[in-house]
């Protein structure tokens, strides 16, 4: 159940910034949160939920230089560790962890990212330092966070792959990636496409059964396999087998602990650097919704929906 009410007015304290809210990103997480099935963000219910949005900034507080009032900025800002969530007209947040929004995106398009595109990030270039020429795997890549690593990872001008189901090839197709049809045996892809000697990169956004393909998928010796859902218990001997690296992405950790912020606002900064040469750009569902449509649009995220779900506030 939703419910509204009204609050007062947040006021920023130091290093803060308060947004107006444009609009509010809804993610799978969100809708693990509601139903209480998400311990890992620590987010005690009642609360308001939402992690994304893009706005427009409304004040700041003492010692914020990097933004001014009427400011368009976007971010990942709260909806986990007892923070505010997103889904409400105003949000007090932790300047450094904001960017200047690009304007070849819209507010919509611009809090439909932080969360799928700092999630990329952070597996592509901090854990695994993708580079030119890189064999890079990334399992479902017309999810979310797929869709944002396979755009990062042909931004480093990097040799993409990308498993998706059957109707969602042409998605990463018209991207520049190679799509791999879900299912296909993993030494079958290996072989096609690697001539037998597995990926430089793979980045696992499924978890479970896919995590234990990657280990499997990637190349012997200088390989790196990423998960952001490698939660599970798994078999490490075939990533041993092969002389090869894991690295895990959780996300949440700088919302949670506080330490760390500042870095989610730098990956920012450069997804909108991305988003201003035409190399990112979320994959948005086709329905629209407002702030009294809240329930009906985590219900299709729920669900599973085709393309990022985006409430307007």
Not at 193 to 204: C, E, K, L, N, Q
Request: proline content about 4%.
């Amino acid at each position: 159940m939703f419910l509204s009410r009204e609050m007062e007015k947040p006021i920023p304290k130091a290093n803060q910034v308060v947004v107006k809210i444009s609009h509010a990103g809804v993610n799978p997480l969100d809708t693990k949160i509601r139903s209480g099935k998400a311990a890992h963000a620590k987010q005690p219910l009642p609360a308001i939920l939402g992690m994304d949005m893009a706005g427009v900034v409304e004040c700041v507080g003492a010692d914020v230089r990097q933004f001014r009032p009427g400011d368009e900025v976007f971010g990942m800002v709260g909806g986990v560790g007892g923070l505010q969530g997103t889904l409400a007209e105003y949000i007090a947040v932790d300047a450094s962890l904001l960017a200047s929004k690009s304007e070849k995106l819209s507010m919509r398009e611009a809090a439909a990212l932080p969360l799928a595109t700092i999630t990329a990030w952070e597996g592509l270039i901090d854990r695994a330092d993708v580079k030119k020429d890189d064999r890079v795997l990334i399992h479902a890549g017309a999810g979310g966070i797929g869709y944002a690593a396979v755009q990062i990872a042909l931004s480093r001008s990097a040799k993409v792959f990308a498993t998706v189901s059957n109707d969602k090839r042409s998605l990463v197709e018209n991207l520049g990636a190679v799509a791999i049809e879900r299912g296909t045996p993993v030494q079958e892809y290996v072989d096609a496409h690697t001539d037998g000697a597995g990926f430089d990169i793979v980045y696992d956004t499924l978890g479970g059964p896919i995590l234990d393909e990657s280990f499997v998928a990637v190349k012997r010796y200088t390989g790196h396999a990423v998960s952001c859902l490698g939660w599970g218990t798994h078999a490490l001997a075939p990533l041993s087998f092969r002389g090869a690296t894991y690295s895990g992405v959780f996300t949440l950790l700088p919302l949670l602990t506080g330490i760390g912020r500042e870095h989610h606002g730098e990956i920012l900064k450069q997804i909108s650097d991305l988003a201003s040469n035409d190399q990112m750009k979320p994959l948005l569902a086709e329905q629209h919704f407002g702030s009294n449509q809240i329930a009906q649009a985590f219900d299709l995220v729920a669900n599973g929906s085709r393309g990022k779900v985006v409430v307007e506030i």
